[in-house]
């Protein structure tokens, strides 16, 4: 069974930072492209950044273009997600999941908090 | 890019049929095949229901289907159930590797 699992979610401060980690088991990431997306308190979707099996394309919303950098490690089946410059809108739950064009499955999501 | 407009809310009584529209334009839903829907009850992950317009993942219940005409999406959940009650989001690809989500339908099984 696939299984991804996140975490490094916590309380930052504006303008501060944070990594995010998903770890991935029952399949070799190797061999599948993932993504980040997140769900702000009470609200919708949104897609992040995806990055492809062998790390070699990313792509990023508007939101968090230059601000967010998605990075994967094969060898150790993980996926990342560095955020930088962190704004209180970036408050949410974020997810990892399988996929560029439609996601399955999802992790259980990771808590990112930004207030001062 | 905007997000996909979906309505706010749908309802239906057990085992009656009810659809959601997500609607977008040419350049998202209109121009790709990739358009997939999600449920999420609350306090859990999204799941996958139905992928590339049409396509049901091993496990979802045929009572889930989706159909795609030029730049609107559907979602069609047959026999309702109470355990069909959640948020269901509509996602589609837009190109140069963006993807869009929809903004949420909450659906209510009377």
């Known amino acids: 069974e696939v299984q991804l699992v996140e975490s490094g979610g916590d309380l930052a401060q504006p303008g501060g930072s944070l990594r995010l980690s998903c770890a991935a088991s029952?399949?070799?990431?190797?061999?599948?492209?993932l993504t980040w997306v997140r769900q702000s308190p009470g609200k919708g979707l949104e897609w992040l950044s995806g990055?492809?099996?062998?790390?070699?394309?990313?792509n990023y919303a508007d939101s968090v273009k230059g601000r967010f950098t998605i990075s994967r490690d094969n060898s150790k089946n993980m996926l990342y997600l560095q955020m930088n410059s962190l704004r209180v809108e970036d408050t949410a739950v974020y997810y990892c999941?399988?996929?560029?064009?439609?996601?399955?499955?999802w992790g259980q999501g990771t808590l990112v908090t930004v207030s001062s | 890019q905007s997000a996909l407009t979906q309505p706010p809310s749908a309802s239906g009584s057990p085992g009656q049929s009810v659809t959601i529209s997500c609607t977008g334009t040419s350049s998202d839903i209109g121009g790709y095949n990739y358009v997939s829907w999600y449920q999420q009850h609350p306090g859990k992950a999204p799941k996958l229901m139905i992928y590339?317009?049409?396509k049901r993942p091993s496990g979802v219940p045929g009572r889930f289907s989706g159909s795609k005409s030029a730049n609107t999406a559907s979602l069609t959940v047959s026999g309702l159930q109470a355990e069909d009650e959640a948020d269901y989001y509509c996602?589609?690809?837009?190109?140069?590797?963006?993807?869009?989500f929809g903004g949420g339908t909450k659906l209510t099984v009377l």
């Open positions: 590339e317009v049409t």
């Open positions: 990055i492809s099996s062998d790390g070699g394309s990313k």
């Open positions: 999941t399988r996929g560029l064009k439609w996601f399955d499955p």
């Open positions: 996602s589609s690809y837009a190109g140069s590797g963006n993807v869009l």
């Open positions: 029952g399949l070799s990431s190797s061999n599948y492209a």
